[in-house]
């Protein structure tokens, strides 16, 4: 995906299209107040004071086509430069737009404003030079969205549009929106029935639904199985702990803002936890180390809560309340390279069971014009940089660098995957932390006696399960892999009276074998009952009738196939455990 902000042209173009917006808009609702019209990664928009009018989706081509309209007539874009004094007068009764003016420094003499024919409006530019130039674009969508984004001024309207300077190129762009729109997490989680969402129940807090429960807990016990084979220790720890523990960890300091408030019960102060590091540390500390029994690595598939803004909460991708598959290893500082190398393997093996191709690692530094927002021991940042640096060269990774990237304890490398909509997500994140065992003082005794502390690897292979889901969804539309599918098999018996008891036999035949497996014999058209198995992407569908059951056999369509295969049972058996072993 283009960044239109990112792009000189196009951000140009895009900004210029969305005073063209503004003056259509002006055109038909001579009343309209302005606020602002900014470019965005995914083209502009303008907040509009329509009074008791509203703009509605099928209201946007009446625009486009008044926006068409100016366009034609071809009028300069001109700019002028005023004084304050002078911008006050010009936009007088324009309220929003005097608030902008009063809020600039008085020491900003010159202000400047753009023209188009009969309409001028507040802005510093840059502009092309005619509306001539504005002739691909599309206005998108309408929202509601609070002045100044604070939710006790009033709703203004927001209409987002994207402009381009060919039409093809804007064809592209809508080609890519509908792409976006077919495997949005949100539509297909509600299609297929994975996960819902209620404001009742409070934003930012999924519900899993029965197959969305399916799928978690076959990832869970993916990796699971996959760190116990590896040496891990699986644990389980509070959601809740007490605000003394994070002050002890530093979270308070550094993340207060993005926890939930504190609950004051008795003479004690608890927090929602929006993270494991600090009850993993307990945990190692409650027992005396040897240097023999480094790395200890702890494990935990572990509920976590972060107070996210209403507006960033998206559908399981960013949420409230969230599902970490998260680890801490502790270990010698001569053990940290064979660790990291460790766990790159993990994860690059992970991430060949379920196909991911396109990701480069990132490794994430400390911003150095801006150290307050970490822990203050320079020291202790230089060396854990340069050591991460060493690891990753040693290890033979292919990584860049991105400052200011860094968790607020130390350096990270970042896996960010490439998804089929062109986001750039991080999935997978080690951290290399020398502040946490300083601050709980954790140690453990060397080969001299002495006491010692450790080295912190923190690591997330799958992250949080919800963001991963969501990522996992609209990379596969919802199509999963076999293994993975919450129902991996349904059968439909043509005619209930003459093939369910075969097709009840075959369930129970095919579930013995730990297979998810549906029967559908709802007194509906076999037709209907097939292409709904096809809308729920079930990876196979049975079709059983009189040949089935009398030759005891079963007959099968792969989702997405119209041809019907016929094998034995043992066949097909040997098949689907075949599928879900390799992970094909």
């Not at 304050?84 to 400047?112: G, H, N, V």
């Not at 819902?196 to 129940?201: G, K, P, T």
């Not at 379920?354 to 480069?360: A, H, I, M, W």
């Not at 074998?513 to 097939?530: A, C, I, W």
């Amino acid at each position: 995906m283009i960044n239109i902000k990112e792009d000189e042209r196009l951000s140009k173009l895009n900004h210029s299209c969305a005073h063209l917006l503004a003056q259509a808009v002006k055109h038909k609702y001579p009343h309209a107040k302005f606020w602002v019209g900014p470019v965005i990664e995914e083209g502009f928009y303008y907040d509009i004071d329509l009074g008791d009018d509203v703009i509605k989706e099928e209201d946007l081509e009446m625009l486009e086509k008044e926006m068409k309209k100016i366009s034609k007539d071809g009028k300069r874009i001109v700019r002028h430069e005023i004084s304050k004094k002078e911008a006050l007068e010009m936009f007088k009764d324009d309220p929003y737009k005097l608030d902008l003016i009063e809020r600039m420094d008085d020491k900003e003499t010159i202000i400047s404003c753009y023209t188009q024919g009969d309409f001028t409006d507040l802005c510093r530019g840059p502009h092309v030079d005619t509306v001539k130039e504005l002739k691909y674009f599309k206005l998108l969508k309408v929202s509601g969205a609070y002045w100044k984004g604070d939710s006790n001024n009033k709703v203004l309207q927001r209409i987002y549009g994207i402009c381009f300077d060919t039409e093809q190129d804007l064809e592209n762009h809508l080609k890519y929106l509908e792409e976006v729109k077919e495997r949005d997490h949100r539509k297909l989680g509600k299609d297929l029935e994975i996960f819902m969402m209620s404001d009742l129940v409070g934003k930012g807090l999924p519900m899993w639904l029965p197959k969305g429960a399916t799928l978690r807990r076959t990832l869970d016990r993916y990796i699971t199985d996959k760190e116990i084979s590896l040496g891990y220790k699986h644990v389980c720890t509070p959601s809740v702990g007490s605000v003394d523990l994070y002050k002890t960890s530093g979270h308070w300091e550094h993340y207060k803002d993005d926890m939930f408030p504190s609950m004051k019960l008795d003479d004690e102060e608890y927090v929602l936890r929006p993270m494991n590091c600090p009850h993993h540390m307990m945990m190692f500390k409650n027992s005396l180390h040897s240097y023999r029994d480094l790395p200890i690595r702890i494990a935990e598939i572990a509920n976590d809560f972060r107070f996210e803004a209403s507006g960033a909460v998206c559908g399981i991708e960013r949420t409230r309340a969230f599902t970490q598959n998260d680890s801490h290893i502790f270990c010698r500082p001569d053990q940290i390279k064979e660790e990291f190398k460790n766990v790159i393997d993990l994860i690059l093996d992970v991430y060949k069971d379920f196909g991911f191709e396109n990701y480069s690692f990132r490794l994430s530094l400390r911003d150095k014009n801006n150290t307050e927002k970490y822990f203050g021991n320079d020291l202790l940042w230089e060396k854990s940089e340069n050591e991460l640096r060493e690891v990753l060269d040693e290890v033979g990774v292919d990584y860049y660098e991105a400052e200011g990237e860094a968790a607020f304890y130390g350096p990270k490398l970042d896996v960010q995957v490439k998804s089929a909509i062109g986001h750039d997500v991080t999935l997978s994140t080690i951290q290399l932390d020398y502040q946490l065992p300083e601050r709980f003082e954790l140690t453990y005794i060397d080969e001299h006696g002495d006491k010692v502390r450790p080295v912190v690897i923190h690591r997330a292979i799958l992250g949080s399960l919800d963001r991963f889901t969501a990522f996992l969804i609209e990379e596969t539309k919802g199509v999963f892999k076999t293994w993975l599918a919450p129902v991996q098999i349904n059968i439909i018996p043509v005619n209930n009276e003459y093939h369910l008891k075969y097709s009840k036999e075959l369930e129970k035949y095919l579930s013995s074998f730990g297979f998810r497996v549906e029967l559908d014999s709802r007194e509906e058209k076999l037709s209907y009952r097939m292409r709904e198995s096809q809308t729920k992407k079930i990876p196979f569908t049975l079709i059983i009738g009189d040949n089935e059951r009398d030759n005891d056999t079963i007959s099968y369509r792969k989702f997405g196939s119209r041809d019907t295969t016929t094998v034995s049972k043992k066949e097909f058996v040997d098949m689907i455990k075949d599928l879900i072993e390799t992970k094909k």
